[in-house]
């Protein structure tokens, strides 16, 4: 099962049309959440939030880009995607507040969004068919790895 993807734009219009065709031809079959409003992304944001595959967030204004930094504490367990207002080095440096894994601006090609989204579904899905490493190996598994290993060592 795909995972949805949360959008949080403000703008009902030309932007949003945008960015929605943009994703809507970059990814295929990932449900869609839409927040049209701060209020609705943050009650959003307080629901458990491991169901999504990420968030791209499009911040119109420095006012609603203000108000997503405000709710940064809720998205740092979510891949980020920012699509700021403007390109200015303010604007980008309180941008760099939310983490994202990928920032750009209203004007720019949107198509990117998709891509980088796109991308991350594709690294993700090689991590899961890695196998793991000893040191990435949680819990019970770690700690038997490690008594093993302490064994063998001994023997010699």
């Known amino acids: 099962m795909n995972r949805p993807l949360l959008i949080y734009t403000s703008q009902s219009g030309r932007t949003e049309e945008k960015l929605l065709k943009a994703l809507g031809e970059g990814i295929v079959n990932r449900p869609i959440e839409i927040c049209h409003t701060a209020d609705a992304l943050e009650r959003r944001l307080r629901r458990p939030v ?6 791209v967030l499009l911040a ?3 006012a609603e880009l203000q108000r997503l930094i405000s709710l940064r504490e809720l998205l740092r367990d979510i891949k980020v995607i920012l699509i700021a207002p403007d390109s200015h080095p303010e604007t980008i440096v309180k941008g760099h ?3 994202p894994r ?3 601006e209203c004007a720019g090609d949107l198509t990117e969004v998709a891509a980088v ?4 579904a ?3 899905k090689q991590q899961e068919r890695l196998p793991r490493r000893p040191g990435r190996q949680k819990g019970q598994e770690a700690k038997k790895a ?3 290993a ?7």
Request: aromatic share 6%.
């Open 122 to 124: 594709v690294n993700k």
């Open 146 to 148: 490690s008594i093993n």
């Open 150 to 156: 302490l064994e063998e060592e001994q023997a010699l």
């Open 50 to 55: 491991f169901d999504l595959a990420a968030a």
């Open 117 to 120: 989204l796109q991308r991350m």
């Open 102 to 104: 990928f920032l750009c």
């Open 60 to 62: 119109a204004s420095h």
């Open 97 to 99: 507040l939310l983490k």
